[in-house]
């Protein structure tokens, strides 16, 4: 039985129409490598290859099968790289992730910058004179595998990060030392050898398919508890390398409106995990979404150059060159695309594509355009939308009157579209006592599914409209606002929005059209 499938540019043992076998992840991995498009080099594993890393359901043969497939696969990533992941001093570092039939964003675990250790981590900084790069991306692993693989608490990583007000390289190094000790601490243990690290990383990406987290969504999105996921393994890209590096995701048309707009974000010297977490706030990847951003939050055009600088204004070639990639896969699938992408050093590299979530609106806008562009039959087209009613689509606002008196506190991110009325919790299980609540966090991550369902709308202090909270939301169509100026005083189930203070109970109302944050109730139309 073949348990792996391969992929690398321009070859690839797969295609857009095997995500039973591959997930979509996978899938669409395999598709884009057969178009050309440049995507590093990897493997997949299928849903049924679980059973040698989590069931142990297998006879001896299969393992014997299965190894053989395994191995040589890793060197075929090693030969392409020209890496090894024994090497000490030219170390393959790899990225693992879940990739299930139906996307799942946010609910599965991934592992980047897979492979490092002490010893590597001293060769590499020689070698590339880049210590800053090197210490960040142990970190950054250490942390992520003290959690998803150690099954280690979150917070007390975090404890650490939030105690730094900056990184230099010696906070960097000193957060590596103190992140070890958290593992020791707990009786755990962080294994050296790459080959180890490999293993155990794909069983714990396997387990996160049987999570709380991802059950819920399961449940909440009517999929079969069956299908199982994929892992797919894939060489290392950084766009934490250096000034020329970046990480981003581009949508081919607005997800909002359903405008045939590119949108999208980017952060510069960050990897993917910090757009999807939420921490940072990213800026507008293109000109349309800036000048769009500016205009809601009031900025002028000096504000905005400062604090809104979009990357198709620093890089157009580059940024041309990447909506061209989203309209031909939007073309080829069909649908609107949401592309995740790396630069490295000024190289591009296409890391994932997925039907976009959008608003059922968008989604109406978006249908009749590609119907009238050709892209999609006039059958195709009623079928995408026969489902909306009236009330799914339309667009209601705040009565006028009403919002001149209520007083506005401050604007965000339109992360989602809608209107919310409801009152400030301020975690998730607050959120599920209530009847109506708006949840306000700095940022939410896969913990805070439940809550975020329960919700009417969700209002974050931090991240942009790639983060988990902007995902989940426009997934079901619920009200949410992202990077809004927000002061959370958690132990005192505070906030302050704008110049006034609130408390855990109090009302607010959220546009999710607009990024408008209103104080109290006020009446919808």
């Not at 959370?488 to 505070?494: G, M, W």
């Not at 109302?509 to 408008?516: C, F, Q, Y």
């Amino acid at each position: 039985m073949k348990y792996i499938y391969n992929f690398k540019h321009r070859n690839a043992e797969g295609n857009k129409d095997m995500n039973d076998i591959l997930g979509s992840k996978g899938a669409n991995l395999a598709e884009m490598c057969n178009l050309g498009i440049c995507t590093p080099c990897g493997f997949t594993l299928i849903p049924e290859a679980s059973k040698f890393f989590v069931s142990n359901s297998f006879q001896s043969n299969e393992k014997f099968e299965f190894n053989l497939q395994f191995d040589k696969s890793l060197k075929r990533i090693e030969s392409i790289t020209k890496t090894s992941l024994a090497s000490e001093k030219n170390p393959c570092l790899l990225s693992i992730r879940s990739g299930a039939k139906y996307s799942m964003p946010g609910m599965m675990d991934t592992i980047l910058n897979l492979g490092l250790n002490d010893t590597i981590i001293d060769n590499l900084i020689k070698k590339t004179n880049a210590p800053y790069f090197i210490y960040d991306c142990y970190r950054r692993f250490i942390q992520t595998y003290g959690i998803v693989v150690l099954g280690i608490d979150g917070e007390l990583f975090e404890e650490k990060l939030d105690n730094l007000e900056k990184f230099t390289i010696e906070e960097l190094k000193n957060l590596c030392v103190e992140f070890k000790q958290i593992i020791r601490d707990q009786n755990k243990r962080l294994p050296a050898n790459g080959h180890e690290q490999l293993r155990e990383a794909i069983k714990a990406v396997y387990k996160s398919y049987s999570s709380d987290r991802a059950i819920k969504y399961r449940q909440e999105n009517n999929l079969s508890e069956d299908l199982g996921t994929a892992v797919t393994v894939q060489a290392m890209v950084y766009g934490n390398k250096n000034e020329n590096s970046l990480t981003g995701v581009i949508f081919s048309r607005d997800c909002l409106t359903g405008m045939n707009f590119i949108t999208g974000e980017y952060l510069i010297k960050a990897q993917g995990d910090d757009l999807v977490g939420g921490i940072i706030t990213p800026n507008p990847l293109s000109l349309y979404s800036s000048k769009d951003i500016a205009k809601k939050i009031g900025y002028s055009e000096k504000e905005r150059l400062s604090k809104l600088l979009s990357y198709e204004e620093i890089n157009p070639s580059l940024f041309r060159t990447i909506s061209e990639i989203s309209k031909m896969l939007e073309k080829h699938y069909q649908e609107v695309q949401d592309i995740e992408f790396t630069v490295e050093d000024g190289k591009l590299w296409i890391l994932q594509t997925r039907a976009a979530r959008k608003t059922n609106r968008a989604n109406l806008v978006i249908s009749k355009s590609l119907f009238i562009e050709g892209i999609i039959s006039e059958e195709e087209f009623l079928k995408r939308t026969s489902h909306l009613k009236l009330e799914k689509v339309a667009q209601y606002n705040f009565k006028n009157s009403e919002e001149k008196q209520a007083r506005l506190l401050g604007t965000g991110l339109a992360a989602s579209s809608g209107l919310a009325t409801g009152q400030i919790v301020f975690d998730s299980e607050e959120a599920i006592d209530r009847t109506d609540s708006i949840l306000v966090r700095e940022q939410t991550d896969t913990h805070d599914l439940e809550g975020i369902l329960a919700s009417k709308g969700v209002l974050t202090a931090s991240g942009g409209t790639t983060s988990h909270a902007a995902l989940i939301c426009r997934g079901v169509n619920l009200c949410c606002i992202v990077g809004a100026k927000l002061n959370i005083n958690y132990a005192a189930k505070e906030v302050l929005i704008g110049n006034r203070k609130f408390k855990e109970g109090d009302w607010i109302s959220l546009d999710g059209d607009s990024g408008e944050i209103f104080e109290g109730k006020v009446p919808i139309h």
